[in-house]
């Protein structure tokens, strides 16, 4: 029988072997599945290995762990394990399962099971095909749902007309399988995703367990199809109640990234998802973003780095003016995450703006003084309040070019300290004439 397993990698294949083997010792039944053997039958390279157990998974995942040195973390409450071998390859394990759904659009409930019913359970014949990698049937292919042929055909089909009744978040991934792959969605799936919709079931998701399946568009290599496509079936409602998207603003982030990562520093650094998320957002009010950041339950750092957007077009019309001083620049993005800064970097592209921005980025932000508080306070102005503001002036100065050297801002600090010092006292006498007034420097 020819192994579906020769198309793969020899490393894939040897560790698949490894695994196989070791799971006949040991008495247990062991299959590739899911979008492993999607991606294997589409030749795919470079994939991690998708295996499940039929039987005890932790006590395997424990033993096989040890006989191939891998780390190992155990998922209990999902009954799941992840191993990762010295080279960073890693092996998800489960226990083959079947699941009962108690009522739409809600978990189901989880119980062990073969093979047969743990490919059941999954969304479309595509990713509902497993690989036998014990050593007998070594490489065959288990499609009890003609999966292979339909990936022949390029189709995105159901297991059975309740599918996305059970879990509304396989529209999502319907939608996400047909653009990447440039299949299309079989006509009589498309009538019950379509159906799904109009019932409303995908409001019935948890938002952030739809925002998971959601958040994955972003990741995908050409984002905008994705979700010019859900827009059209008016599939995700997770963002907007009526399901609207604001595909322009994506659309022109889209082509501005792409020009962004042939820098590689940015390409490596950049958080990209995020920024393309954002831009559905940015014409939100207040209220829409705290509410979905509180649904979705985004992070702090994200949740604050989305509020910050809502900025962006007053920000980059500062960054265009031209009589704009460097230190002024430095104040005006200084509030900013580094996720805020990449988006408005996305959001324009007038050179002024971007110069400024990378200015920031690689220069203002990491300017420091030479002098330091202590310096300050040997002048004889012990007030930490005043010292925090001469600092904070000296910087902006040296931010300006203004101090080339640390005995220019000894001089400058000087200066600076006199003139405050003496407003301070100036408006404890006006404010306190009772001559109670504590002497601020007490010299
Ligand atoms: P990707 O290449 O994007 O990782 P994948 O198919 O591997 O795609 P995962 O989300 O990692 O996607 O899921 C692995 C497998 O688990 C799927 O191939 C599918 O068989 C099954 N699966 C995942 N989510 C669902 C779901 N909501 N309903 C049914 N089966 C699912």
Redesign the pocket.
Known sequence: MSSYLDKCDKGFVILAKKIGHFADENGYKVYI????V??ILLGKKNLDL?ITVEGDCLTFAKKIAVRLKAQLKIYEQFQTATLTLKDGVRIDLAMTRQEKYASAAVLPEVSPGSINDDLF???FTI??MAIVINKERFGELIDLYKGSEDLNNKCIRILHPRSFID?P??IL?AV?FEQRLGFQIEAKTLRCLKDSIRKNLDLKVKPPRHFAEFK?FFLEADVSKHVARIKELRGVRVLDSRGNIDLETLNVVVERVKIIRQNKDYDKAGRWWPIYFFSLLEKKNTHQLEKLSKEVQLDNFLSLSLMQIRECQSVIRQLTNKAKRDSEIYQLLKPFTELALLYFYARTDNGLAIKRIDDFVSIFSHITLDVNGDDLKNMGYPSTDVIGQALELLLLKKIDKKLAAKKDELKEAQILLKRRFSRNMENMNGTNRSGESRSEEGS
Do not use: E, I, L, S
């Not at 599945?33 to 492993?36: D, H, L, T």
């Open positions: 599945v899911g979008g492993v999607r991606d998708d359970r999954r969304d990713n509902a879990d978040t396989r991934r996400r994955k």
